[in-house]
């Protein structure tokens, strides 16, 4: 997966010139990797602050167009070549410069969280829509048939109704450095921003319907740097109420501290649903092209005290009509639905406008609840 054949550019469809904004680690993953397996698409620009550093990614990466310096992202929109924008920025700077591409009347492929708030993330929507432009939030793991699959699985009632669910994402201490951007306030940091706005969706999206309201939410603070109070969550629990009396509890953390001090842990990348009629649980949920496993366990017998249970894997999509090969990554399903919108073709699955701003409002449900405490 992270070495996908490459393929030759089509000739029967305009490929689409994509620039990118800000020479981040994540975009060779969520991006220029993908598409060299994608026949429609080209990564034409990069725009760094840094000239040397836009030049270096460029040249690693073999892009022909390179913008540095302080006006460099804004010199990248006005660029006539460019019809699709990916923004990697910080978070703090997602509802700035996305506005700014829309502007432009770029299409936007926009990475997680959206915004710093559900106003913003709304207002982006809205301006894409008066501008007939696309705009996706880039939740990839919601494009692999993995993950379709157990929704699919809790969607068809063999396990009856939903009673809880819970979804957890943490890493290890040391995986991030203390100087992240992600531990920065100002650019919108924070465990719950960054790896919390993944376990909100999910749990959202198994249970097909968003928090009626947060029951309790624990952060855990990066320690101050100065006398007043951090603003900054490294990680947070919270459990929330959803309709039909379902719980739903989230962990995530970005530098979670090893076991008795000494056993690192490991990165935890999970979830678990109970029902009424057995249980789901899926290994690495966000990653499945790396490694997954969906386990079923439905109870049988007399007052269901048997457990039948079985253990899927699913690497390749299920129906005929579904584009993908068991190597495509996350990343490289999500590339194939933006492009085929587009194109004007139907894409497999989408992440709409109202799941992100329902999203944004989720979050901002977990932080009013940490703040009144």
């Known amino acids: 997966a992270t070495h996908p054949p490459t393929c030759e550019l089509s000739t029967s ?55 540095g310096g302080p006006n460099a992202y804004q010199e990248l929109l006005d660029d006539p070549e460019v019809e699709a924008v990916y923004n990697p920025l910080p978070n703090g700077l997602h509802y700035e410069w996305t506005m700014k591409a829309l502007d ?7 990475e997680k969280p959206s915004a710093d708030t559900a106003a913003e993330t709304r207002e982006m929507f809205e301006l894409a829509e008066k501008k007939g432009l696309v705009l996706l939030e880039a939740f990839h793991y919601r494009f692999h048939p993995a993950v379709q699959r157990a ?25 991030l450095k203390d100087d992240d951007i992600r531990f920065d306030y100002s650019l919108g940091g924070g465990g719950l ?43 947070t629990t919270a459990t929330l109420a959803f309709p039909s009396d379902i719980t739903g509890t989230l962990t995530c953390h970005l530098c979670k501290p ?14 678990q649903v109970t029902c009424e009629n057995g249980e789901m649980n899926m290994y690495n949920f966000v990653m499945p092209t790396l490694y997954h496993w969906i386990e079923v366990s439905v109870k049988t017998g007399k007052g ?33 639905a933006f492009v085929d919108k587009l194109k004007g073709r139907k894409p497999q699955t989408w992440v709409s406008a109202e799941d992100s701003i329902s999203n944004m409002e989720s979050i901002e449900k977990v932080y009013e609840k940490v703040s009144v405490h």
């Open 304 to 336: 269901g005290k048997d457990r039948k249970k079985r253990v899927e894997k699913v690497y390749k999509p299920t129906d005929p009509g579904w584009k993908g090969e068991e190597w495509w990554t996350t990343y490289r399903f999500q590339l194939e």
């Open 258 to 271: 090893p076991t008795l001090r000494v056993i690192p842990k490991l990165p935890n990348v999970t979830f």
């Open 151 to 175: 929704k699919a699985i809790l969607d068809s009632g063999e396990l009856g109704a939903i009673k809880s669910v819970e979804a957890t994402l943490t890493v290890p201490r040391g995986i």
């Open 13 to 67: 469809s305009t490929p689409i010139k994509f620039g990118i904004l800000g020479a981040a680690n994540i975009a060779p993953t969520a991006l220029i990797v993908p598409a060299k397996s994608h026949p429609e698409v080209i990564i034409y620009a990069v725009a760094a602050r840094s000239l040397d550093k836009a030049k270096t990614f460029s040249g690693k990466y073999g892009i022909e167009k390179v913008y």
């Open 104 to 110: 432009a009347g770029k299409h936007v492929l926009l």
């Open 193 to 235: 921003m960054d790896m919390g706005c993944y376990t909100i969706n999910c749990l959202r999206y198994l249970t097909s319907s968003n928090p009626t309201s947060v029951l309790s939410a624990t952060p855990d603070y990066v320690p101050s740097k100065t006398d007043s109070p951090s603003l900054v969550d490294a990680g």
